[in-house]
């Protein structure tokens, strides 16, 4: 399936890009994360620590073993510090 | 009952007119960009545009179904701010304080760790820091999940 993954926050900045359109056959954001992390260096150390990382599949918060049937769109970014 | 986005400052006064209109209480909260170093220039955030919005629209329809408020606003500044600059604010409205004041509470809980907004401090000497999320952040969101059901009675009650 296609999917638009985006970033923010240090990891954009690790990734060296916002958003990319990837084809993947990722069943879950945790399926989805080892896909991108084997792409290349800025992945694998954008995602060396889950524990550091949230997401969002189509803009509702998520957690890593979420799935991805029908998603189009997913974000991965780490702790939230709004307010 | 809105939710909203924005660079440009907000008026609180201009915020406030018409708010709450037959309501017995209103509160309000201002987050103000905050230098705890002394060596901080400005403080940059970040958003996920859509979700945001969507967000803080969640967050507000489930503050008002809790506490029963008759109106709420949010609105939350984003790009580059200087020390001093007011980054957020919240307003609640309800027939009594208590649910007003809790409803305001439980809204900056929400927005401090569920919302998707990115803290950057600018140093004045050019480094640029991401703010860490703080366990105790986490922590007070966790006690309304923990809580039972507000109002209770007793806060129905009180004629304030």
Known sequence: ?83 | MSARVQTAPFDLAAELAGFGAGAGAIVTFTGVVRDDTGRMAALEIEHYPGMTERALSDYGTRAADRFGLSDWRIVHRHGRLAVGEPIMMVATAARHRHAAFQAADYLMDWLKSRAPFWKRELGQDGAARWVDAKASDEDALSRWQASSEYPSSAATDDPA
């Open chain 1, 1 to 83: 399936m296609t999917l638009d993954v985006l970033y923010f926050a240090w990891l954009r900045e690790r990734i060296g890009q916002p958003r990319e359109r990837i084809e993947t056959s990722a069943a879950t954001v945790r399926d989805l994360i080892a896909d991108l992390a084997a792409r290349d260096d800025w992945h694998a150390a954008a995602f060396a620590d889950l524990a550091a990382i949230r997401c969002a599949v189509d803009q509702q918060l998520a957690d890593l073993d979420a799935p991805l049937a029908g998603a189009r769109e997913v974000a991965f970014f780490p702790p939230m510090t709004g307010g």
